[in-house]
């Protein structure tokens, strides 16, 4: 058989799959006889779960035509189009994009990286409109209201350029301090990048409400030219009985998880809830060890202010008779305020009685709370916390 005829008996099956994937959801009647009753109606379907159904199928017929020329082939760009719009923001949506080298989807590649900035797919997705239309649409994308994400997505996307859209964010004091601060933990993740943050904090001068990030960015720095600058400039956090290792050498020791949750109940229950025990104040650790490791636990605990969660920010509000509150906003409307205190105590206040707020630049967490522990009791925690996973 020659080559064009295998072309298009290969086009034919695969326009088959597409009108089958198309029409997978459908309900097909079941034949019925004279003298049978009528089938019981069957529940109906969760369109949720039948979209997704569909979207993955959609999805597998057109990457069987991956490298496609869809500028020179109309029906595959059609049945393309058709899985784009079935998967839009999802990991198969970025790999179709991808796969097909499709150049005009920047904007939406855009909101899966500040959707999911986190996530392999969402750094693909910066990277490839890196590949698309250089540095101008993610540096616009930096001024706008997913500008933390996107610095987020920019650190993990691997990708050098991302350093000069980065650096002039954290010189400049009117951006938002969350984006600063995602900024300093992107650029921390190159090794040029780390090596300037150091240099920076050694000459003092990065700003000083971006000091306690870089240095819990730093302490977690993993080349080891970074590293043997940083335990030369900076003092080690130190426990009850001396002075820590670094981070890297902690996450090879063991503990005892049971040693590690009476540690944990006695110091870290007042604010933390495992499996409803706890004051429900800071987040919630009951599969803390399914979201972290023993280095970014290790980094948690010795350097709080290096990472605050996103919801779990303290902020302070000024009431209109001289009184003050401080704690984590949970409610906030036109008509009042609802902020959670140490404690896990919920106070509401009228809006019209806040007359001032600010966000704090620190963690509600305080730091050095491992100064009353010994090593080993440090170690005890983090192996309990680590073994804190999903069932």
């Keep these: 058989m020659s080559s ?26 079941q034949p019925q006889t004279a003298s049978s009753p009528p089938p019981a109606p069957a529940p109906a379907p969760v369109p949720d779960a039948a979209a997704q159904k569909k979207a993955r199928l959609l999805a597998e017929v057109v990457l069987r035509l991956r490298g496609a020329d869809l500028a020179t082939d109309p029906e595959t760009k059609a049945m393309v189009d058709k899985a ?4 839009q923001g999802t990991a198969v949506f970025v790999e179709i994009v991808e796969a097909f080298a499709i150049q005009d989807r920047d904007a939406d590649l855009l909101r ?17 409109v890196l590949a698309n239309s250089g540095t101008d649409p993610v540096a616009k994308a930096l001024q706008e209201r997913d500008g933390a994400a996107i610095a987020r997505a920019l650190g993990n996307a691997n990708d050098q350029r991302a350093l000069p859209l980065l650096m002039p964010l954290i010189d400049d004091q ?7 601060q995602e900024s300093v933990r992107a650029i921390g993740q190159f090794e040029a990048g780390a090596m300037e943050l150091l240099a920076r904090c050694k000459a003092s001068t990065l700003a000083a409400d971006l000091q306690t990030v870089a240095t819990g960015v730093l302490a977690n720095a993993p080349w080891d030219a970074v590293r043997a600058e940083v335990q030369q400039a900076m003092p080690a956090p130190a ?10 050498e902690l996450a ?28 429900d104040y800071g987040p919630d650790l ?42 984590i906003v949970v409610s906030d409307t036109a008509e009042e305020v609802a902020i959670k205190s140490i404690g896990g105590v919920v106070n509401r206040y009228r809006a019209a009685d806040v007359v001032r707020r600010s966000r704090q630049k620190t963690s509600s967490m305080p730091t050095g709370l491992q100064g009353g522990l010994r090593e080993q009791e440090l170690v005890d925690l983090v192996e309990y916390l680590v073994a804190l996973r999903t069932k």
């Design 286 to 327: 009951s599969v803390i060890g399914s979201k972290l490791g023993k280095d970014g636990l290790y980094l948690a605990i010795l350097h709080p202010d290096a990472g605050v969660e996103f919801n779990y920010e303290t902020t302070v509000i000024g009431l209109r008779d001289g009184n003050s509150a401080i704690g």
């Design 4 to 29: 064009a005829a295998l072309r298009c008996l290969s086009l034919v099956s695969t326009l088959v799959l597409f009108a089958m994937a198309v029409g997978a959801c459908r309900e097909r009647p």
């Design 174 to 180: 009117s951006r938002d301090l969350a984006l600063r």
């Design 252 to 279: 090879t020791r063991h503990g005892d998880v049971a040693r590690g949750e009476q540690v944990f109940g006695r110091v870290c229950l007042t604010c933390h809830q495992v499996a409803g025990k706890g004051v």
């Design 112 to 128: 899966v990286a500040a959707e999911h900035p986190a996530e392999s797919f969402g750094a693909l997705a910066l990277r490839l």
């Design 84 to 87: 784009l719009a079935a998967n």
């Design 239 to 248: 426990t009850a009985d001396g002075t820590l290792p670094p981070i890297q």
